[in-house]
C-alpha cells in the first residue's frame, strides 16, 4: 500500500531531551516536507527537500532540523525542544515540484 | 507574504444540502491549488487545480479554478454526514513548491 509512516504517533517529553521523529515514505517520491498544525494557525511548512542530499527552510524552521540521506526517508530533529514546539506534526511526500503532497497520519507531540 | 483566505469558517447544514466552499488566495509565482479534507488525522487530497476555469470533479465533490479572480470553489452535493470534516485549500507556488494553506472550513452535516 502506497503510504507515508511517521513514527512515533505520539510523545510526551520534557524541555531540552533531544528528539528525532521519523518520515518514511514507499512511493519513490522526490518532495518530502514536514509541517506543524496548531489551532488558529494552521499547517506551516517547516522544512522541505526536494531530492536527496537537497533539504531547505520553510516558513518556521527555528528549532527544528531535517536531514535527507536515501529517498525514502526524511527525519525531524528537535535538538532541544521547548514547549511552545509542542503541536501536531505532520510529513508529507509528493512526485515532485507543482505536485501534489500526500500526508502521514501525523505525530502529536508535548513537551514539558 | 503568500495569503490563502477561506470561507466561510465554519458552517452547518443538513444531509441533501449543497453546499460551497470558497477559497481565495494572492501568492506570488502559482502553480497550483489544492482541496483536502481533514477528518481528526491526516489531510487527505482531493484536487489539484491549474488551469482557469476546468473544472475538476469525483462523485459528489466538484472544483473549479478562476486565475484572473484569484479564488477556487469546492462544491458538494446532495451532503452526508460522513462528509462532515475540516476541508483545506493550499496553494502551491515557487521553485520549492511550498504549500500555504488556509485556516480550513469547518462542515457539519446533521442527519
Known amino acids: 500500500e502506497a503510504q507515508v509512516t511517521q513514527n512515533p504517533r505520539y510523545l510526551i517529553t520534557v524541555t531540552g531531551k533531544k528528539l528525532t521523529v521519523t518520515c518514511s515514505q514507499n512511493?519513490?517520491?522526490?518532495?518530502m516536507s514536514w509541517y506543524r498544525q496548531d489551532p488558529g494557525l494552521g499547517l506551516r511548512q517547516i522544512y522541505y527537500?526536494?531530492?536527496?542530499?537537497?533539504?531547505d527552510k520553510g516558513d518556521v524552521p527555528e528549532g527544528y532540523k531535517v536531514s535527507r540521506k536515501e529517498k525514502r526517508n526524511f527525519p525531524l530533529i528537535l535538538e532541544s525542544p521547548s514547549p511552545n514546539q509542542t503541536s501536531l506534526y505532520f510529513c508529507?511526500?509528493?512526485?515532485?515540484?507543482?505536485?501534489?503532497?500526500?500526508f502521514g497520519p501525523g505525530t502529536r507531540l508535548t513537551v514539558t | 507574504e503568500d495569503k490563502v483566505v477561506q470561507s466561510p469558517l465554519s458552517l452547518v447544514v443538513h444531509e441533501g444540502d449543497t453546499v460551497t466552499l470558497n477559497c481565495s488566495y494572492e501568492?506570488?509565482?502559482?502553480?497550483?491549488l489544492l482541496w483536502y479534507k481533514q477528518e481528526k488525522k491526516a489531510p487527505t487530497f482531493l484536487f489539484m487545480l491549474?488551469?482557469?476555469?476546468i473544472e475538476k470533479k469525483s462523485g459528489r465533490l466538484s472544483s473549479i479554478l478562476d486565475k484572473k479572480e484569484l479564488f477556487s470553489i469546492l462544491n458538494i452535493t446532495a451532503t452526508q454526514t460522513g462528509d462532515s470534516a475540516v476541508y483545506l485549500c493550499?496553494?502551491?507556488?515557487?521553485?520549492?513548491?511550498?504549500?500555504?494553506f488556509g485556516k480550513g472550513i469547518t462542515l457539519s452535516v446533521r442527519p
Open positions: 508529507a511526500s509528493g512526485p515532485g515540484q507543482g505536485y501534489a503532497q500526500y
Open positions: 512511493m519513490n517520491h522526490e518532495y
Open positions: 527537500s526536494m531530492n536527496v542530499e537537497v533539504t
Open positions: 501568492v506570488t509565482n502559482f502553480r497550483s
Open positions: 491549474t488551469s482557469s476555469g
Open positions: 493550499a496553494v502551491c507556488t515557487g521553485a520549492n513548491s511550498k504549500l500555504t
